[in-house]
């Protein structure tokens, strides 16, 4: 797990915009996407519900989301 993906986690948990957040993180969004899904990967679960436009976190992703700023902060 890296840490960039879980800082691209918290901003799409915040901005609820993958523009925006690919933005706030100073990626593209494509990046983003795949270090969104990277993270998946490596947790297990979906945190993000996708469609044409971004639904929302998953009650997997809204779990995660406390554990992601712990680990951000260590």
């Known amino acids: ?14 901005e609820l915009h993958f523009a ?10 494509p990046t983003l996407s795949a270090g969104l899904r990277h993270l998946e990967e490596d947790l297990g679960v979906l945190v993000v519900e996708r469609g044409n436009r ?17 680990r951000e902060r260590v």
């Open 20 to 29: 925006r957040a690919a933005e706030t993180c100073g990626v593209a969004q």
């Open 54 to 70: 971004f639904k929302g976190l998953t009650p997997e992703g809204e779990r995660e989301i406390g554990r992601a700023s712990c």
């Open 1 to 14: 797990m890296e840490l960039r993906h879980l800082r691209c986690f918290l901003a799409v948990a915040e």
